[in-house]
């Protein structure tokens, strides 16, 4: 997690204002699983009804590109090192724990959402739209966007069928835990 990061800081406090238990993993060293490096995850995350998560956090701005040119996409890509990283973690940490890709929109003042809208989170007068996305299902999903950078992205109907407002991964469908785990 990089608090300087303002994408990861708001979903922090995101995580904050909803009283729920996670840890922010420090980011500025790479940990190792056995003798290979492993991208860090950015938060360990305990929701409702005992769902555990392990989240990688994405940054978007929604719309994107420059002033005058911008395009309403939602942008779903990652890179491919983040999706190696996260399986690992999963691998690691069990099938009690679900690896999510989170895409925090910073949603420009242009763009008119409805307040009502699920996770629609204001945080130091910016608001941001957070999505979220199986990790095992944009594997399973993702097509090749930019062989030199590393990056990978889903077809726009693919990450419409997919994707779902955050608070959904930590309902979780497990029974809830006395208490978290960490």
Known sequence: M???NHYEAAFEAYLQ???????AVDET???????TRVKSLDFIVCGESGARLLVDVKGRRFPTGAPGRQRRVWECWSTEEDLLGLGRWSEL??????????????????????EDTDDLWTWRGRRYLLRAIDADDYR???RVRSPRGGTVTLPRPVFRELVRPFHQFIQGNQPAAEECPF
């Open 2 to 4: 990089d608090r300087s």
């Open 17 to 23: 204002w909803h009283r729920l238990c996670y840890v």
């Open 29 to 35: 060293r790479r940990a190792f699983l056995g003798e």
């Open 93 to 114: 940490f069990g099938s009690d724990y679900q690896a999510v890709l989170v895409f925090a929109y910073q949603v420009l003042p242009e763009v008119t959402l409805p």
């Open 140 to 142: 399973r999903h993702m």
